[in-house]
Each structure stands twice: as structure tokens, then as C-alpha cells.
């Protein structure tokens, strides 16, 4: 009896879940089964976008500012892991502002989701929106309109390209946040990412901003990147391409998109930097979260 409750003591350690010590609330508790390094009650307090309202920008929420400029946007859309409530807010600000870097693994594996999501929408084709629609005629033409749904079936990014942080922002911070994001993606995707773009002024602090001022200020925020083993590097990984006509599927990664204007900046360039090379892009962008 005494060796079959031992037994059965035993069995029971070793069926119930390890307790681990949560990176977003501290305390000692359950795993949470999805995600590494978190407890359960923090997992469920995730505000995952499942389903955009906007399906230009991802968020969450109605949004006025897709539908108010009317002008041409550079990305095909963005999609964001969560909504930016004040719990995730202050989970990024432990991630960026406190240099909790051991948070990249978990919010890079949280950005995958969106990622997964991005490409089930590409392969459903169900992008509805006329722009993306129009978009998208213009380069498989509409003689041949087999070839956009024979693409869709596997679609999957060429490249990742991190938003980058000033040289002051990286000092003070140690590390780039969105490019730790971009390689969790990268590793866990096999998708090859490139820094391609450099910050080209201090911007100040976005957060202290108000929406008209951001968009004014980023309006040549960046360029190419002007190191030549980074164009090196593009040039090579083109080359790998080989004479593929469809065109580039590149995603813009960043921590937060809030009004858009960085991912916009950031897509002229990559944009431009393309066309340099005779390229044409499909840019996208994916955002831990959507404020
Ligand atoms: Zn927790
Ligand atoms: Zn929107």
C-alpha cells in the first residue's frame, strides 16, 4: 500500500504542471500552455486581435484614420499580435523601457501568431478591401487571374525588415526592440531578415506627440541603410531569388503600430530602395500590438 501511494505521489508530481516563476506578473504559479515563460492567468489576460475591424491597419476598434486621408498607403496592411491595453503597455514597457530583454522570445513567439494569421488571410485571399484588390491586379494583370490565387496557396514572406531606433535610443537601450522581434520571427519562420533602414534624424519621443505632428515629423525619418555589407547582403539574397516576377513580400516589424506614420516612412523607403534595384515589393507590416 505505502510503495502504491508513493507510487501514485510520484506519478501525480510528475502529471502536474511545474510551477514556474511568470515574467509578466512575478508571482510563482501554473505554466500557461501556450506561450514560454508565463503563468496561465496571465495568457488568458492576453487581448489577442483575432478578427481586425480594420483590415488595413489591424486594429481592433473602428478606425477613423484609414478612412480619413483617403491618400495611397504604402503597405498592403498591418497586423498586430494584441490590442495595446494598459496591461500590455506595461508589459512592453518592461521589454523597451527597462531593458527587460529575456521578454523577446515571448513577445517575438506572440508576434508569430499575427504572423500566422497574416498568412492564413493571404491564402484564404480574403484581403476584401478594393485598395489591396487593385493593388494586387497591378502586377498579375488582369489577363492572368489564375496566378493570384495559384500564389496565394503558400504564401509566405521573402523578408524581414526591423524598423530601426536611433544610435541615442540604442545606446541607452542596449538593443534594438523590434529587431530582437524580428528575429524570433526570422528563427522560427526561416524567413531571412535585413536591417535595410537607418534612422536618419532623432525623432524625439513619439509617445509625447500629438497624432499631426508624428506624421510631420516622420516624413523622412529614414533612409537605405548606407552600410555595404547590408547591400551586400540584399544584393545576394536577391540574386537567390533568381527571375522570379511575382513581387517581394516584405514585412516591416516593429513593437507598437499607434498612428502609422513610422511603418509608412519606413515602406517609402524600402519601397524606393527596391525600385533601385528594378524590384517591386508588396510591403506589410507586423506590430506586437495595435494601440
Ligand atoms: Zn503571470
Ligand atoms: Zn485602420
Redesign the pocket.
Given at each position: 500500500m505505502d510503495t502504491l501511494t508513493a507510487w501514485l505521489t510520484k506519478v501525480r508530481s510528475l502529471l502536474a504542471p511545474a510551477l514556474l516563476h511568470c515574467l509578466i506578473c512575478g508571482k510563482t504559479s501554473r505554466p500557461a500552455a501556450g506561450l514560454h515563460g508565463i503563468c496561465a492567468g496571465c495568457e488568458e489576460a492576453i487581448p489577442w486581435i483575432r478578427q481586425?475591424?480594420?483590415?488595413?491597419?489591424?486594429?481592433h476598434v473602428g478606425?477613423?484614420?484609414?478612412?480619413r486621408s483617403g491618400q495611397a498607403v504604402p503597405i498592403v496592411c498591418?497586423r498586430s499580435a494584441v490590442a495595446y491595453t494598459s496591461v500590455m503597455r506595461e508589459m512592453l514597457g518592461q521589454y523597451k523601457y527597462r531593458g527587460n530583454e529575456q521578454l523577446a522570445p515571448l513577445l517575438g513567439s506572440m508576434l508569430d501568431r499575427a504572423y500566422i494569421r497574416l498568412k492564413a488571410e493571404r491564402e484564404r485571399g480574403q484581403q476584401g478591401t478594393a485598395e489591396i484588390q487593385k493593388a494586387e491586379s497591378a502586377f498579375t494583370g488582369p489577363f492572368f487571374p489564375g496566378i493570384q490565387s495559384a500564389r496565394n496557396r503558400r504564401w509566405q514572406a521573402d523578408l524581414l525588415v526591423p524598423v530601426p531606433v536611433s544610435e541615442s535610443r540604442f545606446v541607452e537601450r542596449g538593443f534594438n526592440q523590434a529587431e530582437r522581434l524580428a528575429d524570433v520571427l526570422s528563427g522560427r519562420r526561416g524567413i531571412p531578415q535585413l536591417p535595410l533602414l537607418v534612422r536618419t534624424h532623432h525623432t524625439g519621443k513619439q509617445s509625447f506627440k500629438h497624432r499631426a505632428e508624428r506624421i510631420a515629423d516622420m516624413k523622412h525619418a529614414f533612409a537605405g541603410n548606407p552600410d555595404g555589407a547590408v547591400l551586400l547582403q540584399f544584393e545576394v539574397w536577391l540574386e537567390t531569388l533568381g527571375k522570379r516576377t511575382r513581387p517581394l513580400q516584405i514585412i516591416i516589424v516593429d513593437d507598437i503600430y499607434t498612428t502609422?506614420s513610422t511603418i509608412r516612412a519606413c515602406a517609402e523607403t524600402i519601397r524606393t530602395l527596391c525600385n533601385d534595384y528594378g524590384k517591386v515589393a508588396e510591403i506589410y507590416s507586423l506590430t506586437w500590438a495595435r494601440s
Open positions: 481586425p475591424r480594420c483590415q488595413k491597419c489591424g486594429r478606425c477613423p484614420d484609414c478612412s498591418n502609422g
